[in-house]
């Protein structure tokens, strides 16, 4: 597998683990090509106290408008999704954030980027932060982000 599947905040107060089949989804929307689009969806995972262990993503849907640079969500299937999910779970699967890929090995996010996590991070009802990945070609950039703080960037561990 390419990507890595623990993540932790630099103090080790947060640590995310990603399933097997969230490596698998984002392998297959990786940006190799230039011609490839870029792709991206919704996080999707349960919380233990300020951990998070992402158990599924939305992949992109046919009503999905991509294209190279961008990526439009249509959010009504991805909401969908995840909504069915919460209700199944009792609540116990929740909406953890989004992921998106960058034609880029070692992705960083752009000014946009960022400006999209704080406005998600702020709507968020649950109040707890949000997690934002980005899919590169040989690695993830992930990112918890809270409101009205910057963002702290998760590094791997083995
Ligand atoms: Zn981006």
Redo the contacts with the bound molecule.
Sequence with gaps: MLFLRYWATPDRRVLVSLNESVLEDFQSHIQNLPSDH?AGGLLLGTVHGAHMIITEVTVPTLKDKQCRYFFERMPFGHRAIAEARWRASAGIIRYLGEW?T?PQDH?T??G??RTEWALLAGKRADGRPMLAI?VGRQGLHVEIVSPNESGLIMEPIF
């Design positions: 870029e998106h960058h992705p996010p752009s946009l980027d980005i």
